[in-house]
Each structure stands twice: as structure tokens, then as C-alpha cells.
């Protein structure tokens, strides 16, 4: 009987020195080579590949191409592949020279040729990036490049941010999937709908990045926290609802953003209909009384504590911390006595004593849609139903699916989501030329003053004259779209993105985010560093 | 010890489950929507004194949500067993009844839904009807006729050509007569039975479209969409939101499950005397 036993202990045992075993070799190849190999799942495949002009690059940064100009972690513009640019004094001609020394990853010069191909396809093609104002691009010689606008418009800044340069003599139909460019990195293997790897780009003219090979996993947010969990992955981005779980060896790191989320008010009175039939305007909204009370008696702190789990900042605008966001503009909010007194002035009175009010016969409730598939969004909506209820004010939330709101949102109000660094944004959401145009402006919000400033923003020949003017468009001392002027929005909070990320690697300092979850981290990657601990 | 025989079992039975299931019914209805407010300070607590099934990510009381789950998903299977029972009665008698072409037909409109499974009707219809409370009573009303409409069938038919019926038709009574003193009587404990049985399949149902997503607002307080949410939270360690709102929809219907096995006993002439 006693032999058996020996046996299986001597199994046991074998067992464990196999496990230990490999234990040991996995950190000696640790500590032997520094480590220049990372795995990341913070994103969604691009699913139009890595096209530039098909859209690619527009939320962080294009990696594969190298842009014209770029943005500092505080936003401000610097040079990428340009070494100066010029506008014109009506605004409409944009002269940028090139850097002379930036060598596509196949071997061949980035020349004015290719800035004019790239912005000629990304025109053409069906992307994401809007270029209608551009007339036409000339190049005057191989490192001056013209951009001529049909208009005056200082938000094309925005498209020498983003696009990546493309060139010529290598593009074609494959190119998405094996694109060329003059970034820091090369793609070097595409699994669809797995992974892709990078390397370095030996040919490229800026700062070598520390890490040689990155591998992106496209998972989504639980298959994230599972692959983090498990050590599989130096970084995930993951949802607040998991943020209280510690992962051993890994930190949170949690990225102030601009993706915000707020209500849209309808914001003229019922009656019309849109050329498809859609009805326009909401009685009960289009009293500004109500807005400005529900605005002052949301407690906009305790959203982001309760909902966010603290990992947000409470939301003013569509821009808060921009270099366009007016700081005049933030209010005390979670005060519901405030918020009474601007309903009694304008004659918002509880006359049969259920707990709503009423002017004219109309009772103070209206409904709030929401995308049923976003559990944030329906958990704003629900807590700010209850939080503005005190108010006399009757909000019934409804979860439908985007289809649905979008026949619904001019009629009622809707929990959106915005956030951008382009501030075209701030134009198409509260410009009355925008009125019902996709998403943007769905409230029909108008205001001649405010459309004056927006235009003029448009029309400004640089950024700081432009960021003057949308400071103006939100608030002049008299008028303007923010609450201190017509609030056509109740915004909520601006959620932060939260990676979990390796304790050793170092990934910089970072800017604030746009609207999405994920690409946007990439924007630093050549900054991104291994400290050993 | 008292010994009670079944039919002081039964009525024992059916008094307790009928209080208990009108109970959950009457106080759902009667808490005001009011009482499942958000109260973000008090979040994800555990079941305690105060909150006797905890609270969710919003701070709402958990007992509550789930009692006025509970009567709405009650409301919505009672209205849907009914109408349900109502096709499957009417389908049932029209094939007995009025010859071999709408016979035929019936039968294979019974054979063709028994052949597709309950849910995948169930979200087609809700879906095509555009979810909803309106989609989801519309498909559960017409997706749980079927095997009933079967049954009644039978009967009816059975009952034609007993000797009795014959021999009333002979005798030169009239149809609405034979209908009304002779098969109606026999018709009645199925459609009651099948009423109660029908119930938590059709409570079942609901729960499990809502929970697919196809089916109530995600705000509403149904017990399939309590399930779903407490599915995110599984993995963070709140049990409680899992548990004992499906404790509750288990009991709920298991005691109509009783409730109309007992009744069939009751009613039912064969086994009234067992």
C-alpha cells in the first residue's frame, strides 16, 4: 500500500517543480531583456481599416501616418510632417510647408504631391472628417502645399490636426488593410477581428518610441477586465461598474474626458413637422423657466459620485476644460429652492395639488428618451427624473433604441453624448443652420446672436480669435447658449475613461479626451515608458 | 394530529397560494412608484433591516422593485393567460364544431406554432409589434394557445358524439341547448385550468424576453429586466440583487403552478373523487 502513495507524492512534486519551473524562466525573461513588447485591449477594430481618408485616425492618433499638425497634452497646436503654416488675411488660403526630411516606411519622401492626394481622396470619399469647404488644394513646390477654402473657416484647423497623410504612389483599394505612411509605427499583421501588431518605424523622423512591438486586442469591455485580470494584457480599458475591483499589479488610471452627457431639450413650442413628418418642439421644454429650473436643481456632483463611482467631473457645457470653454458659464447647481423660485416667477403654480404644476393647463412633465443598450445613460435618466421631481416637475424616462429616438428627439428630450476637440462641434449643436441635421442641433435651438458669433468664430482667421468668439456664442453679458442665457441643454457630467494599466508602464502625461472610450489613449504612445519597479 | 382528507388539502392549498399570490398582487399595485426613488447615498447595500432585499447601483429598495415586479409581471401574464385561453376556447370549438376544412385548418395552425419554439415566436411577434409592454402581451397571447386549443378540441369532440348529446339531439333539442346544458359545463374546468396553467409559463415567458432585452423598457420595474441588471453585478460580488427577486419569481410561480393543479383535481369530474 505504501508504494502507490510514494508514487503520487512523487508526482505531486514533479508537478510543482514544473509549475515553479516555468514561473522562473517567465521572470528571468523579465529581468534579462527590458522590456519593449506591449499588449493592449482598449479598443474596437476600425471598422473601415486604417485608411485615413475612410476615417481612420480621427479619434487618436493615426500611428500608421503622420498628421500636419498635431496638439500638446495641453492642447495647444504643434508641428507633426509641417514646419509652419500661414492663413491668409480673408481666411480663405492656408499655406503650410512641410518638413523636408519625413520618409514614408516604404523608403520614399512625403512630398506636397501627397498632402494634395490625401486631402483630395479624404474629400471624395465617404469620411467621417467633413472637408466641403475645401476648394481645392495646389502645390506650389514639393515642400509648400496651398489649401484653398471656399470660405473663411478656422475649424479646417482641426483637418491638418487629424488627417493622416497617405501616399500617392502606394495607395489603392488594399491600402486600409495595408496602409503605408510616415508615422512612428508600421503595421505589420492584421488578424480581422483579433488583433493587429506594430513596429516602430525606423524610417521616422520624430522621437523613437521605447516600445518596439505593441499588439492591440480587440475586445470589448468585459473581455477586457477578464484578459487584465487573468495578466494577459498591459492595459484595458473597462467600465466604472468594475472599477472597485483591484487587479493585482496593474493601476487605474482614470483620464479626465470631454465625453460628456446631457439632456437636449426641444426648444421651440409644438406644432411644425419635419420634411419626413417628424414632429417639432415640446410645449413644456420650450418654456425656458423649466430648463433653467431643472439646470439649477440637478445635483450634478452627487451623478458623478452615484453613477460614476466618482470617476467623472460634473458637466457644464458641451466643451468644459476646452481651450473654448467660457468659465463664466459654470453655476452653483443642487439647489432646488432656486430652481422653484425661477418656476414660481414664471407662473409655474401646483393648482389641484398632485404634486405637478401647471400654467395655462399645461402640466410641467414632458419625457426623456434614452438608448436602452447604455446603462449610463439610463441611470442618468432615472436619477435626474427623481432629483428635479421635488420641483413639481414630472420627467418620465423611456428606453428606446436609436432608431426610435432619432423619429422622436425633436419632440422630446434626449440623453445625449457629445465631445470633441474640434470645435465645429460647438457650431453644429447649437447653430440654427444645423437645426435637425442628424444629431447635431435636434432641439431646433436658435438665437441670432449666437449664430452670429458662431459664424464669426467660423470665420476667424486663427484659433484665438475664434476661441473669443465661441466664449461669446456661450455667454456675451447679455445672451448666449448657456444656462446663463437660453439653456437649450441640461448638461450632466463628463465621464472619465478608465484604463487599467500594468503598475511598471508609464504612459505620460494625458490630455483630455474626446467622446469614446479606448483610440483616443493612443494619442502619446511614442511617450509611453517601462519603469521597472 | 389532524388528518385532513384531499378535499380539505386542496381547499387548504389553493387558500394559501390565492393569499399569497393576491398579496404580492394587491401591495405591487398599491406602493406608488413614488417608493422606488433613487437615493444615490445609500447604493449597493446588502440586504439589512432597513432594506430587507438590499439596494441596486441606483440606491433603490430592492423589496420594492421586486414586489412591484412581481404584480406587473403578474398583470402582464394574467392579461395574456386570459386572452390566450379566450383564442385557444374559441379556435378550439370552431374546429369541433363547424366541419373538416375549418378543422383542418385549425389543426395546422396549431401543429405550425407547436413546431416553432414559444420563445422564438415570442420575440418575433414583439419584435415585429415593436417591444414593449404592448409587444410583449401581444405575443404572449398569441403564442401559448396552441396546445390548449388541442385539448378543448378533443373535448368537444368527444362530447358529440357521447350518448347523452345524441341522445338530446334526437329528443329535438336545439343546438344553443346542447351547447349551453351539455358541453359548456364540461368546458369550464379546462378553461380554468387551463387559465392557471398557462400563467406562470406566460410570467415565465415575459421574464425571459425582458431579460433577452426584447421586451419592457429597461427602467420599468419587470422582474426579467431586475434579472438582467443584476447579471452586470454578479461579478462584483452583489449576490442579492440575483437572488431573491428569482427566489420570488420562483414562488410566485410555483404557487400558481399549485394553485392550478389543485384546481384541476377540484373541478375536473375524473379526478374530482380520487
Not at chain 1, 188 to 201: A, H, L, P, R
Not at chain 1, 267 to 292: F, L, M, P
Not at chain 1, 406 to 429: K, Q, R, T
Request: proline residues 4%; negative net charge; hydrophobic residues 45%.
Amino acid at each position: 500500500m505504501k508504494k502507490p502513495i510514494i508514487i503520487i507524492l512523487a508526482m505531486v512534486l514533479l508537478l510543482f517543480a514544473g509549475c515553479s519551473n516555468s514561473g522562473n524562466s517567465g521572470s528571468e525573461k523579465h529581468i534579462d531583456t527590458t522590456k519593449d513588447e506591449l499588449i493592449l485591449a482598449v479598443g474596437n477594430e476600425p471598422e473601415t481599416g486604417f485608411d485615413p481618408a475612410l476615417g481612420w485616425g480621427q479619434y487618436g492618433s493615426p500611428l500608421f501616418q503622420s498628421t500636419l499638425l498635431k496638439r500638446d497634452h495641453d492642447l495647444n497646436v504643434t508641428y507633426d510632417a509641417a514646419t509652419g503654416y500661414e492663413v491668409s488675411d480673408n481666411g480663405k488660403v492656408w499655406t503650410v510647408k512641410l518638413r523636408d526630411d519625413v520618409v514614408f516606411s516604404d523608403g520614399k519622401p512625403l512630398r506636397a504631391e501627397d498632402v494634395q492626394f490625401t486631402y483630395e481622396t479624404a474629400l471624395t470619399s465617404d469620411s467621417v472628417l467633413d472637408l466641403n469647404i475645401l476648394d481645392k488644394v495646389v502645390v506650389k513646390d514639393p515642400v509648400t502645399v496651398e489649401f484653398h477654402l471656399y470660405e473663411a473657416n478656422s475649424t479646417f484647423l482641426h483637418s491638418l490636426l487629424t488627417l493622416g497623410i497617405i501616399p500617392k504612389h502606394s495607395y489603392g483599394d488594399q491600402y486600409a488593410e495595408n496602409p503605408i505612411g510616415s508615422g512612428p509605427y508600421k503595421l505589420v499583421q492584421w488578424d480581422k477581428g483579433q488583433q493587429i501588431i506594430i513596429e516602430s518605424n525606423p524610417n521616422y523622423y520624430g522621437k523613437r518610441p521605447f516600445f518596439k512591438r505593441i499588439t492591440f486586442l480587440f475586445l470589448n469591455e468585459d473581455a477586457a477586465f477578464a484578459a487584465a485580470k487573468a495578466g494577459q494584457v498591459d492595459m484595458a480599458y473597462i467600465p466604472a461598474s468594475f472599477s472597485k475591483n483591484e487587479v493585482p499589479g496593474m493601476v487605474l488610471e482614470s483620464i479626465q474626458s470631454v465625453d460628456n452627457r446631457g439632456i437636449m431639450f426641444p426648444y421651440v413650442s409644438s406644432g411644425e413637422k419635419t420634411d419626413d413628418g417628424q414632429e417639432i418642439g415640446n410645449d413644456v421644454t420650450a418654456d425656458i423657466a423649466i430648463r433653467k429650473a431643472i439646470n439649477v436643481a440637478i445635483d450634478r456632483d452627487a451623478l458623478v459620485d452615484g453613477i460614476l463611482e466618482g470617476y467623472g467631473t460634473p458637466g457644464y457645457s458641451a466643451a468644459d476644460g476646452l481651450p473654448w470653454f467660457n468659465e463664466e458659464t459654470k453655476f452653483e447647481d443642487g439647489d432646488v429652492n432656486a430652481g422653484k423660485e425661477i418656476l414660481a416667477k414664471a407662473d409655474w403654480k401646483d393648482k389641484n395639488g398632485d404634486g405637478v404644476l401647471e400654467k395655462d393647463g399645461l402640466k410641467a412633465a414632458f419625457t426623456l428618451l434614452y438608448p436602452a443598450s447604455d446603462v449610463t445613460r439610463q441611470s442618468l435618466a432615472i436619477a435626474v427624473a427623481d432629483m428635479v421631481k421635488p420641483l413639481g416637475i414630472t420627467i418620465n424616462v423611456e428606453g428606446k433604441s436609436w432608431d426610435e429616438i432619432e423619429n422622436l428627439m425633436h419632440s422630446n428630450a434626449v440623453m445625449m453624448g457629445w465631445g470633441s476637440h474640434d470645435p465645429i462641434e460647438i457650431y453644429n449643436l447649437f447653430s440654427s443652420k444645423m437645426a435637425g441635421m442628424d444629431y447635431y442641433n435636434s432641439g431646433f435651438y436658435s438665437n441670432p446672436k449666437v449664430d452670429e458669433y458662431l459664424e464669426k468664430a467660423l470665420l476667424s482667421k486663427n484659433e484665438q480669435e475664434a476661441i473669443g468668439y465661441w466664449k461669446k456664442a456661450q455667454w456675451d453679458g447679455a445672451t448666449g447658449f448657456s444656462l446663463k442665457g437660453d439653456a437649450p441643454w441640461a448638461w450632466l457630467v463628463n465621464i472619465d475613461h478608465l484604463y487599467l494599466v500594468n503598475e511598471n508602464l508609464n504612459i505620460g502625461e494625458q490630455r483630455i479626451q474626446p467622446h469614446g472610450h479606448g483610440w483616443p489613449i493612443t494619442d502619446n504612445l511614442v511617450d509611453w515608458k517601462w519603469d521597472e519597479k | 394530529m389532524i388528518s385532513i382528507n384531499k378535499r380539505q388539502k386542496t381547499v387548504v392549498i389553493s387558500t394559501i397560494t390565492t393569499v399569497i399570490l393576491l398579496a404580492i398582487l394587491v401591495i405591487g399595485l398599491l406602493i406608488s412608484n413614488d417608493r422606488i426613488v433613487t437615493n444615490l447615498d445609500s447604493r449597493n447595500l446588502p440586504p439589512s433591516l432597513s432594506h430587507p432585499f438590499g439596494t441596486d447601483w441606483l440606491g433603490r429598495d430592492m423589496l420594492i422593485r421586486t414586489l412591484k415586479g412581481m404584480s406587473m409581471s403578474i398583470g402582464v401574464g394574467l392579461i395574456a393567460a386570459a386572452s390566450s385561453v379566450m383564442i385557444a376556447v374559441s379556435l378550439g370549438i370552431m374546429a369541433a364544431t363547424l366541419g373538416r376544412v375549418v378543422d383542418g385548418i385549425i389543426s395546422w395552425l396549431v401543429d405550425l406554432f407547436l413546431s416553432v419554439p414559444h420563445l422564438v415566436m415570442l420575440i418575433l411577434i414583439s419584435f415585429v409589434l415593436g417591444g414593449g409592454m404592448k409587444g410583449v402581451v401581444i405575443g404572449l397571447a398569441l403564442t401559448h394557445w396552441p396546445s390548449l386549443t388541442r385539448v378543448i378540441r378533443a373535448e368537444v369532440m368527444q362530447l358529440q358524439c357521447a350518448e347523452y348529446v345524441q341522445t338530446s339531439r334526437r329528443l329535438g333539442k336545439s343546438q344553443w341547448f346542447i351547447a349551453v346544458k351539455h358541453t359548456l359545463p364540461h368546458l369550464v374546468p379546462q378553461f380554468l385550468v387551463g387559465l392557471f396553467l398557462l400563467f406562470p409559463h406566460a410570467i415565465l415567458h415575459e421574464a425571459a424576453i425582458t431579460f433577452l432585452g426584447m421586451g419592457l423598457s429597461p427602467h420599468q420595474p419587470a422582474i426579467g429586466i431586475i434579472l438582467s441588471e443584476s447579471m452586470r453585478y454578479l461579478s462584483t460580488g452583489m449576490w442579492w440583487l440575483a437572488l431573491f427577486p428569482g427566489l420570488c419569481l420562483l414562488l410566485v410561480v410555483r404557487a400558481f403552478d399549485l394553485l392550478g393543479e389543485v384546481l384541476r383535481s377540484f373541478v375536473d369530474p375524473y379526478r374530482a373523487n380520487e
